[in-house]
């Protein structure tokens, strides 16, 4: 029989196990940054996920697109938004596109909070900061390509990013150092500029959309 030699390494999980691990754990981070903040606000974390969602969204948001974001039941949602509704920090409005349903929007109290909590993850993004350009790029390269993997898998929430924006032309410029291009503004669009929450997006059909992300994987 082959027996392999026992190296000190053999116990390691893969590379992929040890990412995950790695932002799971910066994923803690986060929250408890952003629990220490939003309880001094008076709001529970997803109370104050609920106002950043809403923020630069000009019309409004719907409570199902809010549960889906959050991974919640519609009946969570639909607590919190009550809770925040009593608090003025939400009011609710038709909907421009469909008059018989509610859209959800930020009060201007609502507005001040969530600039208030924007602050509450700084210590990270201080630290990403202090990383070398270069390893940043590569690492919001990354995260794309990792969020790309998972958009296939259905277990990703919709996002205003660039990739499911009909506003994206990717590979305009084949071969070219910036290939890709924003139609909205009328510019190429590097990779260190792709957003992944930008409030000018509009939605393309969804096989535009999985052949982006898809290319991009
Ligand atoms: S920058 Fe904004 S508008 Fe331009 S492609 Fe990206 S998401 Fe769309």
Redesign the pocket.
Known sequence: MDIKPETPWDSTPDISARIVTAIGRIATVLRSGMWEVSTGEGLNPAQAEILQLLQHRTRGVRLTWLARQLSISAASASDSVAALVSKGLIRKARAEDDGRATALHLTPEGEQVVQRLAHALSFADSAASRLAPAQQVQMLTGLFKLIAELQKTDRFPEL???LS????EPNKYPAQEVPHH????NAP?PIS???ID?????PTDPVSQRRNWEAFA
């Open positions: 205003r990013a660039c924006c009909r506003h994206f924003c139609a909205l503004v669009l500029f792709l957003r930008c409030a000018e997006h509009e």
